[in-house]
């Protein structure tokens, strides 16, 4: 069956440009997670998804970024005023969180560059 | 704060040598812990841990658990050019947070010919 995807697999903006970033996670998948990965570090959570909602956005690096998912599935990570500082993959995942447990299943990722 | 810390942060074998890497952790409220391997962007799912002292095996790679030292070591036996990654140790919250993975920075192995 299909897996995690994400579109584009790779961007490049010019600083202060807006930027968004789209994952599909795989059908019948309830949780969705957005990670970024900088060169040389491991990987950041940002925010995660149970249906529609969002419980944890204690990882948004700041109010610049903001994420939303419609109908239970795709979500989008949105990037404003992007800086330099952002580039980086930006990796989703998804799982269904099974008594309590969590396997999560991850995309490609967005390799995002910001010039 | 909670961490997971990873070493070595990186290794350098040649095939049909063994290796262990660790991972240790602090975390409140933990669940479970998983190892990923990434080869090129997307994680690899290869483990998840939540029991102490149960090795899990897969082919030539297993991982065991020590919820008491907090720590988990990822085997490799026999190693191979393809077993080349990052190796990701990731430790799951219970409780409000339990969707998100709190991840090491990883290490990186190459196996050379």
């Known amino acids: 069956g299909a897996g995690v995807s994400q579109s584009p697999s790779n961007k490049v903006t010019e600083k202060g440009k807006d930027v968004e970033l789209r994952c599909d996670p795989i059908s019948g998948h309830t949780a969705l997670y957005w990670y970024r990965q900088s060169l040389g570090q491991g990987l950041e959570f940002l925010i995660y998804?149970?249906?529609?909602?969002?419980?944890?956005k204690s990882g948004l690096p700041s109010d610049r970024f903001s994420a939303e998912r419609t109908g239970g599935s795709v979500s989008t990570l949105t990037i404003q005023r992007t800086q330099q500082e952002d580039s980086a993959v930006y990796l989703c995942a998804s799982s269904v969180i099974a008594g309590g447990y969590n396997e999560q299943f991850f995309g490609p990722g967005t390799r995002l560059t910001v010039l | 704060e909670d961490k997971v810390v990873q070493s070595p942060l990186s290794l350098v074998v040649h095939e049909g040598d063994t290796v262990t890497l660790n991972c240790s952790y602090e975390v409140t409220n933990f669940r479970s812990l998983l190892w990923y391997k990434q080869e090129k962007k997307a994680p690899t799912f290869l483990f998840m841990l939540t029991s102490s002292g149960i090795e899990k095996k897969s082919g030539r790679l297993s991982s065991i658990l020590d919820k008491k030292e907090l720590f988990s070591i990822l085997n490799i036996t026999a190693t191979q050019t393809g077993d080349s990654a990052i190796y990701l140790c990731a430790v799951q919250k219970g409780g409000g947070s339990q969707g998100n993975l709190i991840f090491g920075k990883g290490t990186k192995l190459s196996v050379k010919p």
């Open positions: 998804f149970q249906g529609n909602s969002a419980p944890d």
